[in-house]
């Protein structure tokens, strides 16, 4: 009798009692807390495959999604869903960055490409890593062969970097001038040969004296045979020569 008495105090005490929601992540409800919440099993065992993926649901819309619960009972729960405080920082940071990237920066310019035979050397030195003796050293060997015929011809110019390189290729094409004046291998004299950039005096006499013995030269190809010649460099060669 005594313990039922007070039994029934504590059952009364209980019964006067609100039940109290208190916030809670969605992402580690139970099966018994999903039961409570009003859910199916289906739902909640969407959830659980859900998370096993190491997966988190970062909003009561997705919760939606991923569990396929009622409009309804979304409405009726939501309210009491806390999710880390990251979860805002992050939609928050994805928003600025869409905003960032829309207004911050307009349409690149299609960059334009200028003719390295027609540049200037202020239109040289305006590149990184170009200042007054590297642009001067650069017109100085386009004089010296009439004009460049490659942008490969870059390389063979002491003190260019491949970084400034790279950044000529990019802000400049090689177009072959038609009042380029070529050298008739067949006919050059030997001064005349050795005068050219890329032949040596030793080089030269080779010339002549393979053409004084098999004949005249019919291509590239022909003259390609002679010991010691720069083979790497046949096609820049070629365009400066004429059979």
């Known amino acids: 009798m005594a313990?039922?008495?007070?039994?029934d105090r504590l059952k009364l005490n209980t019964e006067g009692k609100k039940t109290t929601n208190y916030p809670f992540n969605p992402n580690f409800i139970s099966d018994y807390k999903g039961y409570k919440l009003g859910m199916t099993v289906e739902e909640i065992d969407r959830l659980m495959k859900f998370r096993k993926e190491n997966k988190y649901v970062n909003s009561p819309e997705e919760f939606r999604k991923i569990t396929g619960i009622s409009d309804s009972l979304l409405k009726k729960i939501a309210p009491l869903f806390k999710f880390p405080n990251w979860t805002k920082q992050k939609a928050n940071l994805k928003a600025q960055q869409i905003d960032f990237v829309r207004n911050d920066f307009p349409k690149k310019e299609?960059?334009?490409?200028?003719?390295?035979?027609?540049a200037s050397q202020e239109d040289l030195m305006k590149l990184y890593g170009i200042g007054e003796g590297l642009s001067g050293?650069?017109?100085?060997q386009k004089e010296i062969?009439?004009?460049f015929v490659s942008m490969e011809q870059m390389k063979d110019i002491w003190g260019l970097s491949p970084e400034v390189i790279a950044e000529l290729n990019t802000h400049f094409k090689a177009v072959i001038p038609p009042?380029?004046?070529?050298?008739?291998?067949?006919?050059?004299?030997?001064?005349?040969?050795s005068q050219f950039s890329y032949f040596k005096y030793a080089l030269a006499k080779q010339i002549v004296t393979y053409r004084s013995m098999n004949g005249n030269f019919k291509n590239i190809e022909d003259l390609a045979k002679i010991k010691d010649f720069p083979v790497e460099k046949a096609k820049i060669i070629s365009l400066y020569l004429e059979f």
């Open 3 to 7: 313990y039922q008495s007070e039994i």
């Open 110 to 118: 299609k960059l334009k490409v200028m003719d390295i035979n027609e």
């Open 137 to 140: 050293r650069i017109l100085k």
């Open 145 to 147: 062969l009439g004009c």
């Open 179 to 193: 009042t380029l004046k070529k050298i008739n291998v067949n006919d050059a004299s030997l001064k005349e040969l």
